[in-house]
């Protein structure tokens, strides 16, 4: 069963505490994305990675993390930086880069304690 | 059927009647478009894509119509049933070495009973 997984499903952040999403996927993408949805607002996206071991700085990075050390793995970290982190976040992949559909997960809602 | 730009927050319909919702984009270069449904909660779901040397595009009771001419996508659903409530949002992309997809804010499409 192809797809997107993102864990978890929410997500409690502390003052000054870094919490990593993961994002899963098994569409043997090259590309992977993240984005970040707020109330009435578009989808805003943070980062993104054409190609495994390589990730670019979306319109709104400050205070976030990526890496893409495995195809198949696309993890955020939301650092202690990140002053307004209460959203959704969204994963999504597509099979290259440029120009082709992004199939999104399940979303993981992040909150502040 | 109601038709509607993606200004407006909400479109209701009844059930069993035509859906259409409009989409302006701004750039003349967007070569690429996508239609996305999503339900409360969950992540974005493709719907159907049209690219630029196309009119016109049919799936399963939606119809996705390009003017390039006046930079306007519509989405059309036939026969509206329940499950289609959700918001919908468009998404143009331009190919390029930078291409990224922009989202539209999305509509909220409610069907009365």
């Known amino acids: 069963d192809g797809g997107i997984t993102q864990s978890p499903k929410y997500l409690f952040r502390k003052e000054g505490q870094n919490v990593t999403l993961s994002c899963e996927q098994n569409l043997n993408h090259d590309a992977m994305y993240w984005y970040r949805q707020d109330p009435g607002q578009g989808l805003r996206l943070i980062y993104y990675s054409q190609i495994v071991n390589d990730f670019q700085k979306g319109d709104i990075a400050e205070g976030y993390s990526v890496s893409r050390e495995k195809k198949e793995s696309f993890p955020l970290t939301v650092t202690s930086a990140q002053k307004n982190p209460t959203a959704f976040y969204l994963c999504?992949?597509?099979?290259?880069?440029?120009?082709?559909?992004?199939?999104f997960g399940p979303g993981t809602r992040l909150l502040v304690l | 059927g109601e038709s509607v730009g993606l200004h407006l927050p909400t479109l209701s319909v009844q059930e069993g009647d035509n859906s259409i919702i409009n989409c302006a984009y701004s750039n003349s270069a967007s070569d690429y478009f996508i239609w996305y449904k999503q339900e409360s909660g969950k992540g974005p779901q493709f719907i159907i894509d049209i690219r630029s040397n196309m009119d016109k595009r049919q799936g399963q009771r939606v119809t996705v119509l390009l003017n390039k001419t006046v930079k306007h996508l519509s989405l059309q659903i036939a026969a509206t049933q329940p499950g289609d409530s959700a918001v919908y949002f468009c998404?143009?992309?331009?190919?390029?070495?930078?291409?990224?997809?922009?989202f539209g804010k999305g509509i909220t499409l409610s069907v009365r009973p």
């Open positions: 998404a143009e992309n331009n190919a390029g070495a930078n291409s990224k997809l922009t």
């Open positions: 999504a992949s597509s099979k290259i880069w440029a120009g082709e559909t992004q199939y």
